[in-house]
């Protein structure tokens, strides 16, 4: 974290409360922002160059349980746009963003009037996916699938250029996959550099357990140590009511390792594609 975003991260807290802005994990790039007043919390990817770049709004990470369906869109959509007018190289502009969402964002329940929103927040359908426009559909490499004491794993991997994308990619697979929609863990971890300019670059990584602890910073560990990039893998368990302990993490590196290494993404002793 650099100097710029801890002290803007140490002033909003202060002035909105603690937790209005946070790390999903220690030494993560990825924030979530809370804004209290519409309940929705969002998600924020932070480049290393930071003020000197402009941060990401990856999507929505949660709505409040009162939330009606479509705000949490509303309030993502007025956010990116607020954003873009907001920040200016060189200058922090995550207070500036809460203060003029304050004043611009619409009331919920002005938005209920006038286009009937449900009251809750739910993940896209199939047929809301189909509508969207050019949508990008990730091309998956799977594992196999391994099953041990009935919890079953399943990896699948996909190249990935931007965090924008690796949301997109996560909430298409749980809104058109019902097997994945009802796995117990959809754990997933990514790791993606660009070249912004000449003799620069982005680096962008992050995971998420989803619930099983530790087993996401294991995935990206794994990631780091096969040297992939531009890779997203997401491991779905669906735990077959025996607790395996420590070996479930052998098992999700294992098929996660498969699913990258079928993909012809790594180099070297990793790679068992022939002709790679």
């Known amino acids: 974290m650099s100097e710029e975003l801890a002290s803007e991260v140490e002033v909003i807290n202060s002035i909105y409360g603690p937790d209005t802005v946070r790390p999903v994990s220690a030494g993560s790039s990825i924030y979530t922002l809370h804004l209290a007043q519409h309940d929705v919390t969002l998600r924020l990817s932070f480049p290393l160059q930071y003020p000197n770049a402009s941060p990401q709004i990856l999507g929505t990470e949660n709505t409040g349980d009162n939330v009606r369906k479509g705000f949490g869109k509303v309030v ?19 207070y500036d963003l809460l203060q003029e969402l ?60 931007s965090p924008n994308q690796v949301h997109s990619f996560i909430s298409h697979l749980i809104a058109t996959d019902k097997r994945a929609s009802k796995a117990t863990h959809n754990i997933s971890a990514y790791r993606i550099r ?52 420590p070996d479930r993490f052998k098992i999700i590196n294992q098929v996660a390792r498969d699913a990258v290494v079928a993909g012809g993404w790594v180099k070297g002793g990793w790679n068992t594609r022939s002709g790679s």
């Open 76 to 94: 993502l959509d007025n956010a990116r746009a607020m954003l873009s007018k907001v920040y200016s190289t060189g200058s922090v502009c995550i």
């Open 102 to 161: 304050e004043v611009t964002l619409p009331a919920e329940e002005q938005l209920v009037e006038e286009e009937g929103l449900d009251n809750t927040e739910q993940q896209p359908s199939i047929a809301e996916f189909s509508r969207l426009p050019a949508l990008e559909i990730p091309n998956w490499t799977l594992s196999q699938a391994v099953t041990e004491k009935k919890s079953v794993f399943l990896a699948r991997a996909s190249i990935v250029t």
């Open 194 to 245: 660009s070249s912004s300019s000449p003799g620069s670059e982005l680096v962008f990584q992050d995971c998420d357990d989803d619930g099983e602890t530790a087993a996401g910073g294991r995935l990206l560990h794994l990631l780091q140590i096969m040297d992939v990039w531009g890779v997203l893998v997401v491991v779905s368990r669906w735990y077959g009511g025996v607790q395996l302990g």
